[in-house]
């Protein structure tokens, strides 16, 4: 064996040594960043004042596992940095795990997991943006594994795991459901399929499903609007004013642009790494190249199909990158399976991948640090200015907007924080805390939001309109020359 084939040989399991000092590298790089959270992240810091079966347009699982994770570091900033990294973290070594199970040589496996990571949606956005979305990506690997678990050896601990792994699913993201008729059609192509579908262990696996669903499902027949109304009204809005022919062009269209964009990386990555030695046919399979490529064509064939039936119009690519992320092993079996050598192959590829990974910590915080954005906000700024002003800390904090209520809620974390975005939440003891109200909201104005007043009169009997608002303007954090949107108040003493 050559000197190169020895460390190829080597750097399947170090892939992931690698990986996991990246992903430390990024709780890192968060937090030297300045503590203004961003959208996902302020989601998730408000929401986990309740434990509930349900929230909004997402299914709860990852707002469960970020409770526990706060639970357990008493720090929002460094919980909300310690699940993303171990989420992605899990993510890249489910789908090395998956890709060793399916390929023969383990260079494959590190090249269809670099493929992976080395889609932009995947190495930036997920990183600064996704969470339920990351966690579909997760469970989808542990769906894919179980599955061919049971494929290989079908016994009951293995059905328990399939069935685990559908529930949980369930739990990330309702899209999550394109990956069950998916798998059903790829394994009744598999030659062993039939056999592990009629199999009464599937009942044990469907039975703990279902319980593992149950509570989210209850909820969500109760709230069925309030889960679905953001989803319905994403699935239409580039539809305005077109007819149904073009409502359906448009989605296609859609489609297939976001497809590109998910795929092009992987394509690109691949095509470095083999060059001219790539096939120009892939007319060869595996039954194993052939299970991954059913359940891709499945999940187009479906998203076709809802295009054509209801005008699903707009695809976002957070949305496509679960429903594509088997791409990058499904080229990497089609490559296997032409009697290709991957040793040369991936020789080109790590130095340009191990590259990009070395420089992507850098690179986040140079972004994170030099915009004006949601990490600047200066609401550690606004609280030390508000106590001093007020010499009071509110005991119930008001706003309209869950990214300013998540924001408050991590700098008073004794506080209630209530966002009228989100009034299904609140509970009698939410509002019921002896002390300060504050109405708090973005922007210069001496009346609160009508939303506030409404709910001020509503749980109080207070109205605001007749009591002073306050205005506090502070510049970007690190930005001394450069002014945020004001932040007005109304407190009401108590």
Do not use: C
Request: aromatic share 10%; proline share 5%.
């Amino acid at each position: 064996m050559s000197g190169w084939s020895e460390r190829i040989s080597r750097l399947a399991p170090s892939i992931l040594w690698i990986f996991a000092l990246y992903y430390i590298s990024q709780i890192v790089v968060r937090l030297l960043l300045p503590d203004g959270l961003r959208i996902d992240e302020a989601q998730q810091v408000f929401l986990s004042q309740w434990f509930a079966a349900g929230y909004d347009a997402q299914p709860p699982l990852y707002n469960w596992v970020q409770q526990l994770i706060f639970a357990i570091v008493g720090d929002y900033l460094f919980g909300l940095a310690l699940l993303k990294s171990i989420t992605l973290f899990a993510i890249i070594a489910s789908y090395y795990l998956l890709s060793r199970m399916l390929v023969k040589n383990a260079s494959f496996a590190v090249m269809a997991t670099l493929g992976l990571f080395l889609i932009p949606q995947m190495f930036w956005q997920a990183q600064r943006d996704l969470t339920h979305t990351t966690a579909t990506m997760l469970l989808l690997n542990l769906l894919m594994i179980s599955s061919v678990m049971v494929l290989r050896s079908p016994n009951l601990q293995n059905y328990l795991l399939l069935g685990a792994a559908i529930g949980f699913g369930m739990l990330t993201k309702y899209n999550f459901a394109l990956f069950l008729p998916a798998l059903g059609v790829a394994v009744l192509l598999h030659p062993e399929g039939r056999a592990r579908i009629f199999n009464w262990r599937i009942l044990a696996a469907a039975a703990i499903a279902t319980l593992i669903i149950l509570p989210h499902a209850l909820w969500f027949i109760e709230n069925l609007k309030l889960a679905s109304s953001v989803t319905v009204a994403r699935m239409g809005e580039e539809a305005d004013g077109t007819g149904r022919l073009g409502q359906i062009a448009i989605g296609l269209a859609n489609l297939a642009a976001i497809a590109f964009v998910i795929a092009a990386p992987a394509l690109a990555a691949f095509g470095l790494a083999f060059g001219k030695t790539a096939p120009k046919a892939w007319t060869t399979g595996t039954v194993e190249s052939r299970f991954i490529g059913s359940f891709l064509a499945t999940i187009l064939a479906l998203l076709v199909v809802m295009i054509l039936a209801v005008t699903f119009t707009t695809m976002r690519d957070r949305w496509m990158l679960p429903l594509l992320q088997m791409l990058p092993l499904y080229i990497a079996l089609k490559l296997e399976a032409q009697g290709l050598d991957p040793q040369a192959a991936l020789r080109r590829l790590t130095p340009v991948a191990v590259g990009i990974i070395a420089l992507l910590p850098l690179a986040t915080f140079i972004a994170g640090s030099r915009s004006t954005s949601h990490y600047q906000q200066p609401f550690s700024a606004f609280r030390d200015t508000f106590m001093e002003r007020e010499q009071v800390a509110p005991a119930i904090i008001a706003t309209s907007d869950w990214t300013t209520a998540g924001n408050l809620k991590m700098h008073w974390p004794d506080s209630s924080v209530i966002s009228t975005q989100f009034l299904n939440l609140q509970s009698r003891d939410d509002v019921s805390k002896a002390g300060a109200i504050a109405l708090v909201w973005r922007g210069e104005g001496p009346m609160a939001p009508e939303a506030l007043a409404d709910w001020a009169s509503t749980n109080f009997g207070t109205d605001v309109s007749s009591l002073p608002s306050q205005t506090i303007t502070l510049p970007f954090t690190g930005h001394p020359d450069k002014l945020a949107p004001p932040f007005s108040y109304i407190l009401i003493r108590r």
